[in-house]
């Protein structure tokens, strides 16, 4: 059974920092693109960063970055959101995905909230 366990929002101030995990089972974990998406009140959901199966290579949203960092460990099966200096703006519900192209494969998380407020 596939599973994508998102952990670590919570209620934080402004310029303050969270550490997002997610756990991944149930797949080949290694061979998936991972991906951190979030999605704010009465908006679309967005990309937040991605980083490929071997994490070489990372991407990133224009607003996160420099305060972001997207990172993953094979050996756990996890991938990691580090969130610094955090503005009211990054209040979200941020969701945890895995991609494989080929065949395509998407496997989504049920999301953990993040809200930063004074």
């Known amino acids: 059974q596939v599973q994508l366990v998102e952990s670590g929002g919570g209620l934080v101030q402004p310029g303050e920092s969270l550490r997002l995990s997610c756990a991944a089972s149930?797949?080949?974990?290694?061979?998936?693109?991972m991906s951190w998406y979030r999605q704010a009140p009465g908006k679309e959901r967005e990309l937040v960063a991605a980083?490929?199966?071997?994490?070489?290579?990372?991407n990133y949203a224009d607003p996160v970055k420099g305060r972001f960092t997207i990172s993953r460990d094979n050996a756990e099966n996890t991938v990691y959101l580090q969130m610094n200096s955090l503005k009211t703006e990054d209040t979200a519900v941020y969701y945890c995905n895995a991609v494989r192209p080929v065949p395509y494969v998407n496997y989504w998380g049920k999301g953990t909230l993040v809200t930063v407020s004074s």
């Open positions: 149930g797949f080949t974990f290694r061979l998936y693109t």
């Open positions: 980083i490929t199966s071997t994490g070489s290579i990372t």
